[in-house]
Nanobody, 124 residues
Framework: QVQLVESGGGLLQAGGSLRLSCVVSGRTSSSYTMGWFRQAPGKEREFVAAISRSGISTRTADSVKGRFTISRDNAKNTVYLQMNSLKPEDTAVYYC?????????????????WGQGTQVTVSS
């Protein structure tokens, strides 16, 4: 049974940086495409970034392009989301998820196992 555990969230001021981590257990992370999503209060969960099994291919939402970077370390079964130049509108619960898809998907429905989420709060 695959389990995902996110960490690294917190409260910080606009302009700051955070690195989120997602540890995969129960199976090697290299078996999956991995994605990060976020959900702000009162809003739907939205795609943030995703990375292929090898780490060669990535996709990033336009709203965070140039500020957020996804990466993975398959030896550590961990996926990261480096978030720079954070804005108040980045405030949300951030979730990682696995997908069996080989092309890197951006749609929520293509991901089947989810972590519990980690809160990121950015103050102005």
């Amino acid at each position: 049974q695959v389990q995902l555990v996110e960490s690294g969230g917190g409260l910080l001021q606009a302009g700051g940086s955070l690195r989120l981590s997602c540890v995969v257990s129960g199976r090697t992370s290299s078996s999956y495409t991995m994605g990060w999503f976020r959900q702000a209060p009162g809003k739907e969960r939205e795609f943030v970034a995703a990375i292929s099994r090898s780490g060669i291919s990535t996709r990033t939402a336009d709203s965070v392009k140039g500020r957020f970077t996804i990466s993975r370390d398959n030896a550590k079964n961990t996926v990261y989301l480096q978030m720079n130049s954070l804005k108040p509108e980045d405030t949300a619960v951030y979730y990682c998820a696995t997908s069996a898809s080989l092309p890197v998907p951006t749609t929520l429905g293509m991901y089947d196992v989810w972590g519990q989420g980690t809160q990121v709060t950015v103050s102005s």
